[in-house]
Nanobody, 122 residues
Framework: QVQLVESGGGLVQAGGSLRLLCAAS????????MGWFRQAPGKEREFVAD????????DYADSVKGRFTVARDNAKNTVFLQMNSLKFEDTAVYYC???????????????WGQGTQVTVSS
């Protein structure tokens, strides 16, 4: 069982940066791949980034590639999403999720956080 809590969201101007943090409980955190997803109003939840359980492999949605970076610290049971050069269209609720392997498909992930709001003003 893994419980996830996201933090770090907020209001930022376009071009600015935010760093999201996902704190996990449970001794088996390091066995899970982690994903970040987001959902904007009126839109379906979409993949943002993922990272393997070792942290050695990452993947990104084309829309955030080169601007966002995902990392993890298994010793501290945390996953980070560094978001730079934010755009208005990045506005969404951001969720972290834990699953058996890295995947862009949300159905792969068994555990989800409650989400944190990111609002980018144009």
């Amino acid at each position: 069982q893994v419980q996830l809590v996201e933090s770090g969201g907020g209001l930022v101007q376009a071009g600015g940066s935010l760093r999201l943090l996902c704190a996990a409980s449970g001794r088996t955190f390091s066995r899970y791949a982690m994903g970040w997803f987001r959902q904007a109003p009126g839109k379906e939840r979409e993949f943002v980034a993922d990272i393997s359980w070792t942290g050695g492999s990452t993947d990104y949605a084309d829309s955030v590639k080169g601007r966002f970076t995902v990392a993890r610290d298994n010793a501290k049971n945390t996953v980070f999403l560094q978001m730079n050069s934010l755009k208005f269209e990045d506005t969404a609720v951001y969720y972290c999720a834990a699953g058996p392997y890295s995947d862009y498909a949300s159905r792969t992930y068994s555990y989800w956080g409650q989400g944190t709001q990111v609002t980018v003003s144009s």
